[in-house]
């Protein structure tokens, strides 16, 4: 590994409070910490011609790849689909993000979904609504979450949680991950695309949730064969990006029963267009991208660029970065 540029001033656009800012500026020292506004474009522009690192509040941009000594970028947030662009990769550029800041609480939320769904909360508050004690029995014959098939697409922080919370709701947990490794007790079944598995045991699953990243690999990874594959009492949970799900080919689906349900936080355009078919579609709930906060979401954060600080001066790989099977060129 070729040794890495000596950071000698740092480029920072993060929102933070101040003594949160503090901790990163200090980590970096003694190097010139230059903190602004993402809107103050000069000072951006000019702190890019010296700068070795840069800490933003989004994704980077053509400025950043311009940049004449930018070594490393960290991106304060989760998914880093919009910056592993080809030119990253040809620069030579380190990119980090912050996954796992809100793992445990984006895992929740799939389970909110799950709940929603199993314990028919839509229909329930109607009743209420209504004032009404019926339909006794029959929801007295509705499955709970105990026993059922949870599949789940991604093994990283959030696909971690949702395993451990699918074993503890009592569920036969089957995961698909990238990289093959260890299993885990929270797994009854754990596959890898690296060892060659796919999504066969995945669509047999009665909730099927999915926590991967967007590359040109998960682009689509679910679409009208795979929903036609899955059981039609089916859920599928999308708390990854818009686009691992074809929406056309999720509506049809919807449409036609081919399967039961969909907990959808993301969607491939967003804001969501007030004319698309899902606002009104029974069997789907909406949440607009936004999960309640971790109560230390920030210091986690803090923590993943101060770790990585420290490796990037011993020269050890950095947490979080990105790498060219992450490619996405299908914006």
């Known amino acids: 590994m070729a040794a890495r540029p000596e950071i000698r001033t740092v480029l920072s656009t993060l929102t933070w409070k101040p003594e949160e800012v503090d901790?990163?500026?200090?980590?970096?020292?003694?190097?010139?910490?230059?903190?602004?506004?993402?809107?103050?474009?000069?000072?951006?522009?000019?702190?890019?011609?010296r700068a070795?690192?840069?800490?933003?509040?989004?994704?980077?941009?053509?400025?950043?790849?311009?940049?004449?000594?930018?070594?490393w970028v960290h991106c304060d947030h989760a998914g880093l689909n919009h910056s592993a662009r080809p030119e990253v990769f040809a620069k030579g550029l380190l990119v980090t993000g912050s996954?796992?800041?809100?793992?445990?609480?984006?895992?929740?939320?799939?389970f909110w979904f799950a709940l929603a769904f199993v314990y028919d909360v839509r229909n329930a508050l109607d009743r209420q609504s209504k004032h009404i004690w019926g339909a006794v029995e029959e929801y007295r014959e509705r499955r709970a979450l105990w026993g059922l098939k949870l599949g789940v697409v991604g093994f990283g922080y959030t696909g971690k949680e949702m395993a451990r919370l699918?074993?503890?709701?009592?569920?036969?947990?089957?995961?698909?991950?990238?990289?093959?490794?260890?299993?885990?007790?929270?797994?009854?079944?754990?596959?890898?695309?690296?060892a060659g598995d796919?999504?066969?045991?995945?669509?047999?699953?009665?909730?099927?949730?999915?926590?991967?990243?967007l590359s040109d690999t998960t682009y689509?990874?679910?679409?009208?064969?795979?929903?036609?594959?899955m059981k039609k009492d089916a859920i599928i949970i999308n708390m990854a990006r818009g686009s691992v799900i074809d929406e056309t080919a999720l509506i049809a689906a919807l449409r036609t029963g081919e399967i039961a349900g969909a907990g959808l936080d993301t969607f491939e355009k967003e804001?969501?267009?007030?004319?698309?078919?899902?606002?009104?579609?029974?069997?789907?709930?909406?949440?607009?991208?936004?999960?309640?906060?971790?109560p230390d979401k920030t210091q986690?954060?803090?923590?993943?660029?101060?770790?990585?600080?420290?490796?990037?001066r011993e020269g050890q790989p950095l947490l979080n970065a990105i790498q060219l099977r992450d490619l996405y060129t299908k914006h």
């Open 23 to 49: 901790q990163i500026r200090r980590a970096f020292a003694p190097a010139e910490f230059v903190q602004c506004n993402k809107s103050d474009t000069a000072i951006i522009e000019a702190t890019l011609q």
């Open 52 to 71: 070795q690192a840069a800490i933003l509040a989004g994704d980077l941009d053509d400025r950043v790849l311009k940049a004449p000594s930018l070594a």
């Open 99 to 110: 996954a796992g800041r809100s793992g445990p609480a984006l895992a929740q939320h799939g």
């Open 166 to 194: 699918g074993r503890a709701f009592g569920m036969h947990v089957t995961v698909l991950r990238r990289t093959a490794g260890e299993s885990s007790p929270d797994v009854d079944v754990m596959l890898s695309t690296d």
């Open 198 to 213: 796919g999504l066969d045991e995945i669509i047999q699953a009665d909730i099927v949730m999915l926590a991967t990243s």
């Open 220 to 229: 689509h990874l679910f679409g009208a064969n795979e929903f036609l594959r």
């Open 271 to 294: 804001p969501l267009p007030a004319d698309s078919p899902l606002w009104d579609m029974p069997n789907v709930l909406i949440t607009p991208h936004a999960t309640p906060q971790m």
């Open 300 to 312: 986690r954060s803090i923590d993943v660029i101060v770790k990585n600080i420290a490796l990037y």
